[in-house]
């Protein structure tokens, strides 16, 4: 095996992490420019109606949708079982889609982000699970563990009372389905390595 055919096989999980850091550091961007209890209570979604970082929040959305899509392709052309490869790509379009409609916008907009955003949740919930389930270990509990703890944060701060905790828990929930992604990326790396050992 050559150098660059060891570099095509790291590639995947490489960009994958470079887009989801990309994704991390533009809400980090965001909380620096506004930090506040309106944020703790609306979650990330603030971000895509307040003027300041509307652009920014756009931008990483963008950049993630783009890696997951090409980490679902990346699935797809290894054999990946069909949840990862078109539940990435419901993750990516479900993006776009909380962009485009604005909560703050009327009870339509409202409601449509609200089921995209809860849909997109269970879509990264049920990736995670499916990784517990095939591949029992350490990083597998560890990102369902991450997940689930940010989900259960999240969720226990929607309703309208005083524990307003919603995007610290939106947060967690998504570095737990990073994690999961990173180590389906790299299970599926390894088998190929593995399986190219086999022919020489």
């Not at 069909?82 to 909380?98: M, N, T």
């Not at 949740?121 to 563990?145: Q, W």
């Not at 701060?157 to 389906?184: H, K, M, N, R, T």
């Amino acid at each position: 095996m050559g150098p660059e055919e060891s570099s095509n096989e790291r590639s995947p999980r490489q960009f994958l992490f470079a887009t989801q850091l990309f994704f991390f550091a533009t809400l980090l961007l965001c909380l620096l420019i506004v930090h506040s209890e309106i944020v703790e209570n609306d979650g990330i979604s603030f971000f895509g109606v307040y003027h300041r970082t509307i652009e920014i929040l756009a931008v990483g959305f963008f950049v993630a949708a783009y890696g997951l899509w090409r980490t679902s392709s990346y699935f797809r052309s290894v054999g990946a079982p069909a949840l990862l490869v078109v539940g990435l790509r419901v993750v990516a379009i479900s993006l776009f889609v909380l962009l485009i409609t604005p909560f703050d916008k009327g009870t339509f907009l409202n409601w449509a982000h609200m089921i995209t955003g809860v849909a997109m949740a269970l879509v990264e919930l049920a990736i995670t699970i499916l990784l517990l389930v095939k591949y029992r270990g350490t990083a597998s509990i560890g990102a369902f563990s991450v997940a689930l703890g940010g989900g259960l944060l999240a969720a226990a701060s929607l309703p309208d009372w005083s524990f307003a905790y919603l995007f610290q828990g939106e947060v967690i929930y998504e570095v737990g389905f990073a994690w999961c992604l990173l180590e389906w990326t790299r299970i599926f790396e390894v088998d190929h390595r593995e399986a190219l050992a086999e022919q020489y």
